[in-house]
Structure formats: structure tokens, C-alpha cells
């Protein structure tokens, strides 16, 4: 059986806020695999369990530009939140959007190669990295050029939402600023993904089995955790923040205006808290940059 550290529960305990005795216990039933501990805890101790993706530490800026019915939304990641603040940072986060709106690159490596100012963005930013002393690299971006309107919402440089749409450009907006607030995984129930769908079926599962009801009741059980779960986390069904009276589908419905689709990027999602790790992926991400190159 796999040794369960301090370490380690401290780390469940930070991604979960549970007690520190029943993250030991989930690590113990799961032979030490975090995944599988943080499953259990969420069975076990509901939404609770699920802060993971809130308490990421990397650190950079979200940042969007729109140029008529072509625009990009942007992740440029750094170490510290201090570089985040930085005016050189700053600059050079705005004219890489902008290139990736107006020159389409088709990956980062792509971006890295185009022209900047008479040299690639890459060389400008190993020199910028030289001048602050921090790894800095483009993370990722969403293009869009779709021939729609757009719309873009920041919350701050840490949050950034970008959607294409049809109608009116205030419910737009609002829109926008919704999806930042209420963080749909998709637009609709059909369109979550299955993976994620297959996780709280199996959540679910475990949890009605705990009830000791009838199979017959289970199965309902189950089905009706999995289609509330759709529900909240599907744009068009959630409930609109400046009126949870009405779904945003309602709202949009009554301001004649359709969205065909959105992109949110929070900084730091996915990326360990660690700063080695953090450091690693940006190493990662430079080194198969330049094998592309």
C-alpha cells in the first residue's frame, strides 16, 4: 500500500477544503492517487470537494482583441503576479492578440514565429525575459473569424470571455459577463462534453448506492443528478445573473439574439500550484516551440 504523507493531504486539502482526517482516509482508500481521493471526497462530501480549478496559483493575464468580425482571446502566463502587472508584460501580451486576430497563427509555436516590432515574438520574448528575470510564454488562444459579431468581457486580466452572436450587442455583453461569472462548461446540454458527463454519472452513481433504495430508484436517482448537472453548467440553462428569474436561452430569446458560441479562459486553470511544476510546463512549452520552429 501506497505511504500517504503530510504532503500529500495537505495538497487534497488545498484542492478540496475538506477535513484534513477524511482527506487521509480518501487517500488511503485510494492507494494514494489524488484523482481518485478527490472523487471520493467529492461522493463522500458533495460540492465541497470541488475548488480545484479556483485555487490554481500560475500566474499571467487573460487579454482580448476584436477587429470587426475577426478577434482572439489570449493566456500569456508568467511566475509572479507582480510581472503580471508589468507595463513591458502588458505590451507584449497586447501585440501578440492582436497578431493572432489579424495573421492567424495555428498554434503558439506559429505565433512565436511571427514578425514583431523587426524581430519574431519569440526573440522579443527571450529579450523581454532577460529584461524581468521571469519565464514568460503565450499559452493559448482562441481565434475567431467566423464572420459574426463579437463581444468580449474581462474580469480584471485574471478572466476572459470572448462569443460570437446574432442580435443585440448589450445582451451580448451581458452574456459574456455571465459566462465569467457562471462558468459554463458548453452552450448546451448537448453539447458537454462526455467525458465530463461520465464523471458525475459515476459520482452519482456511488452516491445513490449509499441510499440503499430500490435499483428502479437508484436509476432515477442517478439520471436525475445527471440532468440537474447538465443544467447547471450549460449556458443556455443556467440561470441568468441579472435575473434568475429567466434562463439566459429566456433572455436571449426576448432580446431576438442568438449565440453561436463562446470561449473562457482563466488564468492558471489546469496548471499545478507549484511553482517547479509551473515552471516545467512553461519549460515544456518553449522546448516544443523551438522543435516546431
Not at 475577426?70 to 507595463?87: P, Q
Not at 512565436?112 to 514583431?116: G, I, K, S, Y
Given at each position: 500500500?501506497?505511504?500517504?504523507?503530510?504532503?500529500?493531504?495537505?495538497?487534497?486539502?488545498?484542492?478540496?477544503?475538506?477535513?484534513?482526517?477524511?482527506?487521509k482516509?480518501a487517500?488511503?482508500?485510494?492507494?494514494?492517487?489524488?484523482a481518485k481521493?478527490?472523487?471520493?471526497?467529492?461522493?463522500?462530501?458533495?460540492s465541497?470537494?470541488?475548488?480545484?480549478?479556483?485555487?490554481?496559483?500560475?500566474e499571467?493575464?487573460?487579454?482580448?482583441?476584436?477587429?470587426?468580425s475577426?478577434?482572439?482571446?489570449?493566456?500569456?502566463?508568467?511566475?509572479?503576479?507582480?510581472?503580471?502587472?508589468?507595463?513591458d508584460?502588458l505590451?507584449?501580451?497586447?501585440?501578440?492578440?492582436?497578431l493572432?486576430?489579424?495573421?492567424?497563427?495555428?498554434?503558439?509555436?506559429?505565433l512565436?514565429?511571427?514578425?514583431?516590432n523587426?524581430?519574431?515574438?519569440?526573440?522579443?520574448?527571450?529579450?523581454?525575459?532577460?529584461?524581468?528575470?521571469?519565464?514568460?510564454?503565450?499559452?493559448r488562444?482562441?481565434?475567431?473569424?467566423?464572420?459574426g459579431?463579437?463581444?468580449?468581457y474581462?474580469h480584471?486580466?485574471?478572466i476572459?470571455?470572448?462569443?460570437?452572436?446574432?442580435?443585440?450587442?448589450?445582451?451580448?455583453k451581458?452574456?459574456?459577463m455571465?459566462?465569467?461569472?457562471?462558468?459554463?462548461?458548453?452552450?448546451?446540454?448537448?453539447?458537454?462534453?462526455?467525458?465530463?458527463?461520465?464523471?458525475e454519472?459515476?459520482?452519482?452513481?456511488?452516491?445513490?448506492?449509499?441510499?440503499?433504495?430500490p435499483?428502479?430508484?437508484?436509476?432515477k436517482?442517478?439520471?436525475?443528478?445527471?440532468?440537474?448537472?447538465?443544467?447547471?453548467?450549460?449556458?443556455?440553462?443556467?440561470?441568468?445573473?441579472?435575473?434568475?428569474?429567466?434562463?439566459?436561452?429566456?433572455?436571449?430569446?426576448a432580446?431576438?439574439?442568438?449565440?453561436?458560441?463562446?470561449?473562457?479562459?482563466?488564468?492558471?486553470?489546469g496548471i499545478?500550484?507549484?511553482?517547479?511544476?509551473?515552471?516545467?510546463?512553461?519549460?515544456a512549452?518553449?522546448?516544443?516551440?523551438?522543435?516546431?520552429?
Open positions: 500500500m501506497a505511504a500517504i504523507t503530510a504532503v500529500m493531504v495537505g495538497e487534497l486539502r488545498a484542492k478540496t477544503d475538506a477535513p484534513m482526517m477524511e482527506c482516509k487517500l488511503t482508500e485510494a492507494a494514494g492517487d489524488m481521493a478527490e472523487e471520493i471526497l467529492r461522493v463522500k462530501l458533495g465541497k470537494a470541488g475548488k480545484a480549478a479556483s485555487r490554481v496559483t500560475a499571467g493575464i487573460v487579454t482580448s482583441f476584436i477587429d470587426g475577426n478577434g482572439a482571446l489570449l493566456e500569456v502566463n508568467c511566475e509572479t503576479d507582480f510581472v503580471s502587472k508589468n507595463d508584460f505590451a507584449f501580451t497586447n501585440e501578440c492578440v492582436k493572432v486576430a489579424q495573421k492567424n497563427p495555428v498554434d503558439v509555436a506559429a512565436l514565429a511571427l514578425p514583431m523587426g524581430q519574431t515574438v519569440d526573440e522579443v520574448r527571450s529579450a523581454l525575459i532577460g529584461k524581468i528575470g521571469e519565464n514568460i510564454m503565450p499559452r488562444f482562441k481565434r475567431f473569424a467566423g464572420g459579431q463579437l463581444a468580449s474581462l480584471g486580466t485574471r476572459g470571455v470572448m462569443l460570437e452572436f446574432e442580435g443585440d450587442e448589450t445582451s451580448a451581458d452574456v459574456a455571465h459566462i465569467a461569472a457562471m462558468k459554463p462548461v458548453a452552450l448546451s446540454m448537448a453539447d458537454v462534453p462526455a467525458e465530463l458527463i461520465a464523471i454519472r459515476n459520482v452519482a452513481v456511488q452516491k445513490a448506492a449509499e441510499s440503499g433504495k435499483p428502479e430508484i437508484v436509476e436517482m442517478v439520471e436525475g443528478s445527471v440532468q440537474k448537472y447538465l443544467k447547471e453548467v450549460s449556458l443556455l440553462n443556467q440561470s441568468f445573473v441579472k435575473n434568475d428569474k429567466q434562463t439566459v436561452e429566456q433572455m436571449l430569446k432580446a431576438n439574439t442568438n449565440i453561436q458560441g463562446f470561449t473562457m479562459f482563466v488564468v492558471g486553470e499545478e500550484k507549484r511553482q517547479d511544476d509551473f515552471a516545467a510546463e512553461v519549460a512549452q518553449v522546448a516544443a516551440a523551438k522543435a516546431t520552429a
